[in-house]
């Protein structure tokens, strides 16, 4: 075991903490030396992260992978998931730094809320042209969009169907949401609620429609049946300027 070699663990929420830990040490045990650094980031790498709710993302970075690297971790990313520890992303250097030009938003938001806790700090360090950043971003906006549609015409006979369809539309959003705040020059808040609020305020939108769908994900505000078409109707309508206005920021 190589408990002293893990760094900045107080840095994470004690239940972040108390998961993660023994999962990078049974990593640690399986891998060796052939992990170079290893980070969690996202919302449990900050103040968003919500018991019961949210999951531990983690990046672990390899002097170089092979198929049996992925089946040796299986059991304990098995584990792990059934307690909320989402599988990790394995990487290596060589990969990182020639895909940052293909997922911008990916490294972006990994470098700016992240917690390293093992090795080499490869992330805070990465480069990330602001076009590509905002190609992306409009890709991801508009390909939605249209995403939503489809997915209405399957599921629209079901005010369950548009709720979960609303809710899974507006999580997947919100790393695009993060990057077109910076994009304005602006900084971006770390929790979900203050990037959708940021968001509505740099780019004229109506901040209630993200916002309520976001207080249904967190169970602080239900939907109401005889708000669900309405509110999915707004929700399309935002997403539309918003990716009109993407196009603009070049």
């Known amino acids: 075991m190589r408990k002293n070699n893990m760094i900045n663990t107080d840095s994470l929420q004690k239940e972040v903490r108390k998961k993660f830990v023994p999962y990078f040490e049974k990593m640690l045990d399986i891998h060796g030396d052939k992990i170079v650094s290893a980070i969690v980031y996202g919302s449990a790498a900050s103040d968003g992260y919500i018991s019961g709710i949210s999951d531990i993302n983690s990046a672990f970075i390899f002097d170089g992978l092979s198929f049996p690297v992925f089946k040796n971790s299986l059991k304990t990313v098995s584990r792990g998931i059934s307690k909320s520890v989402a599988a990790p992303l394995f990487l290596t250097k060589d990969y990182i730094f020639s895909s940052l030009d293909v997922f911008p938003i990916e490294f972006v938001d990994m470098r700016d809320n992240h917690v390293l806790v093992y090795g080499e700090d490869i992330i ?4 990330i042209k602001d076009e590509h950043t905002r190609l992306f971003c409009e890709q991801q906006v508009k390909g939605k969009l249209v995403r939503i549609q489809q997915a209405y015409l399957e599921v629209g006979l079901s005010r369950k169907g548009m709720i979960s369809l ?13 990057n077109l705040i910076r ?3 602006e900084e971006a808040p770390r929790d979900k609620s203050g990037v959708l609020q940021k968001l509505s305020e740099s ?4 901040a209630e429609v993200f916002l309520h769908i976001y207080r249904d994900s967190t169970k602080d505000e239900k939907i109401t049946p005889d708000e669900v078409e309405d509110l999915l109707g707004k929700f399309m ?8 206005m993407a196009d603009k920021l070049r």
Request: proline share 3%; aromatic share 6%.
């Open 124 to 127: 805070s360090g990465l480069e």
């Open 166 to 178: 609303m809710k899974q539309s507006l999580n997947s959003l919100v790393p695009v949401f993060r």
């Open 183 to 185: 994009l304005k020059g």
């Open 203 to 206: 780019f004229g939108l109506d």
């Open 237 to 244: 309508s935002e997403i539309d300027r918003l990716g009109d």
